[in-house]
């Protein structure tokens, strides 16, 4: 608990420091530099801090493209809604503006003529209080419909927020998806080729997860994912930036790290996996072990996003096709 509370207590002084906006997003984003969950991150972060002092939120959208891409994500709801309320403040200033007008028009047909008998000139002036009042009443309304919209667009803004949080993770593990991991992956390949550093992917596959899901039933099954998302977010903390892939794969992308050392961290956390029996959450009952069959690449020269991809893949076929329960790292043929 108290060390929730002081990751909680760092993130509320850098939001309070640099006058950030506390939006999920940026709350995700200094989560992950407050606990070391992406060293990249940090160091981009403690560069920007020791050149700029406080973080700003244009310091924090900069670092994000840099390091994860921009990716554009599926929230056309969101995003209509929002070019409605523009239109409605928009109807807003128009009808203001034409209120404006009429105003001034019957303020000019309603100049009190010195020479105008006293009654008209009473006439007059209380046409023109009648046209000031009308035009207040007009104008306090508009003002309450413009402070509705308003409030409304800053929900419809904190919806998007969410919404592209939401977007790149999976629900049922927690972790980023696939969407965000290929932005990530893009970014950080970029800045490989462009520092010449090396970088790295691992390729992860849960051995016959079937037979949970046949044997125990589904919810064992999502148990096992949880269990395995939460091992691989602890152990490559700092290491590494973690992703679903889909159903029981996962990726693990490594930057600063050559394929052996990647290697090496697989099988670790193969052997880690693979000491502790499984236990079922409500029944304690113990439900086997569970292996895993992981295949890692490095970046070659020639290598774009989806070749390096491809050959973790191969190299996770082929440590599956070789009898399962082990690390495969690819090498090129002789």
Not at 232 to 237: A, I, M, P, S, V
Request: with cysteine; net charge negative; glycine share 6%.
């Amino acid at each position: 608990m108290s060390e929730s509370r002081g990751t909680f207590d760092r993130i509320r002084a850098l939001l309070e420091e640099g006058a950030i906006a506390p939006t999920p997003s940026n709350y995700d984003f200094l989560y992950r530099y407050v606990t070391g969950a992406d060293p990249q991150l940090v160091d981009a972060v403690d560069v920007a801090r020791r050149n700029n002092g406080a973080l700003a939120d244009r310091t924090i959208a900069h670092i994000r493209r840099e390091l994860y891409g921009t990716g554009r994500q599926g929230v056309g709801r969101i995003l209509e809604d929002t070019e409605a309320q523009l239109a409605r403040m928009n109807d807003y200033v128009e009808r203001q503006d034409a209120g404006a007008r009429d105003y001034a028009s019957k303020l000019s047909r309603s100049d009190i003529d010195a020479s105008a008998t006293l009654e008209r000139q009473r006439q007059m002036l209380a046409e023109m209080i009648e046209a000031t009042n009308h035009m207040l009443s007009t104008t306090e309304q508009l003002q309450a419909e413009l402070a509705a919209s308003s409030r409304e667009i800053d929900i419809l803004k904190q919806d998007l927020e969410i919404a592209r949080v939401d977007a790149r993770s999976d629900a049922l593990t927690g972790l980023s998806n696939r969407k965000a991991c290929c932005d990530y992956l893009d970014a950080q390949l970029e800045r490989a080729r462009n520092e010449g550093r090396p970088l790295s992917l691992i390729f992860l596959d849960i051995d016959h997860f079937k037979k949970f899901n046949d044997n125990f039933g589904h919810r064992m099954g999502d148990e096992v994912l949880r269990l395995v998302s939460a091992s691989l977010e602890r152990f490559f903390h700092g290491r590494g930036f973690v992703a679903r892939w889909g159903g029981e794969e996962f990726v693990i992308v490594m930057p600063m790290h050559e394929a052996e050392e990647a290697s090496q961290f697989a099988e670790r956390f193969r052997q880690h996996i693979g000491s502790r029996a499984v236990k079922a959450r409500q029944s304690g009952r113990e439900v086997g072990r569970v292996t895993l069959s992981l295949g890692v690449a490095g970046l070659l020269p020639e290598d774009s996003a989806q070749t390096l991809i491809d050959r973790a893949d191969a190299a996770l076929y082929d440590a599956k096709a070789d009898g399962r329960d082990r690390v495969v790292c690819w090498k090129a043929a002789a």
